[in-house]
């Protein structure tokens, strides 16, 4: 028995799903080898299988997750004699990467147990039944994103109970969560520099720079930047504001110099996503 559901995002935001599912599968059920233009988490409620990716073969059952990453060319199957039931996510999103960091997951580490992760398939199903009951145009964002971050809340929380304990400050993730909590709060504010950014979160600007780069994929300049853009879209889409408006709001004065960004990072001139097609 197979209940699967899909959602488009209207916005491209930090963290969004495209689709969830709940199976209980056949025996010799196998899919692939495939690969996924998505990030894809599948949780194992019952059963045995293997997964494939990058040459290696991972033996998965009940209480691990395996996950799947964009462009990558993957294999998996049930063990006949005992199938998998799995519950599963796929999404997307500006945070993605990161927040599969902090969760210990990647292709190299593709494969965990995670502690406590029967409250999984509740939040699956809360998204699945939010998908149900709402037309596209109707649904609480709010909903779909608060059981999406509770699944990454049992997937982080169990990884950090897995690993030998640090003294707080020395870890690289508490210095790049820090800041990326000082980006959501002050991205408004036109004169914020990287170094206030590094100064905040008590390191120098280069060492800053290089472990934030590390751990996001991104420089902090390259995230203000596409956040602040993630805003834009955000108000362009559901207000009056003209686009002047909207720049100075995400913290960009200059109409022109916001005009550029937004085209570059998002691919069209932003007149093109306001409801008020006005410049000033």
């Not at 207000?239 to 995400?250: E, P, Y």
Request: with cysteine; net charge neutral; proline share 5%.
């Amino acid at each position: 028995m197979r209940h699967e559901r899909f959602h488009i995002p209207s916005l491209i935001s930090d963290l969004e799903l495209y689709y969830c599912g709940i199976e209980e599968v056949i025996t010799y059920f196998t899919c692939g080898p495939s690969i996924r233009d998505n990030h894809l988490i599948h949780y194992i409620m019952k059963g045995k299988g293997f997964f494939e990716c990058r040459g290696r073969r991972y033996e998965v059952k009940q209480g691990e997750i395996f996950a799947i990453a964009p462009g990558e060319l993957t294999y998996y199957e049930t063990e006949p004699a005992d199938p998998w039931t799995f519950c599963w996510i796929g999404f997307g999103g500006r945070r993605s990467k990161e927040l599969l960091q902090r969760a210990g997951v990647s292709v190299d580490e593709p494969v965990r147990y995670i502690q406590e992760g029967d409250g999984i398939p509740g939040y699956v199903g809360v998204l699945l039944e939010t998908l149900e009951a709402y037309p596209s145009r109707d649904l609480p964002a709010s909903k779909i994103h608060g059981a999406l971050y509770n699944i990454f809340a049992v997937l982080e929380t169990s990884y950090l109970a897995s690993r030998p304990q640090l003294p707080a400050r020395t870890e690289t993730a508490d210095y790049v969560g820090k800041a990326l909590r000082f980006f959501e709060t002050h991205y408004q504010i036109p004169t914020i520099t990287i170094k206030d950014i590094a100064d905040y979160v008590g390191l120098e600007r280069t060492y800053f720079t290089k472990q934030f780069t590390k751990a996001t994929g991104e420089s902090p300049q390259q995230y203000l930047i596409k956040y602040r853009i993630d805003q834009a879209q955000r108000l362009l889409a559901t207000t009056d504001m003209t686009i002047g408006q909207v720049g100075k709001s995400v913290g960009i004065v200059e109409l022109a110099y916001f005009s550029r960004l937004y085209k570059k990072v998002v691919g069209v001139a932003p007149k093109q996503h306001s409801l008020g097609f006005h410049s000033t």
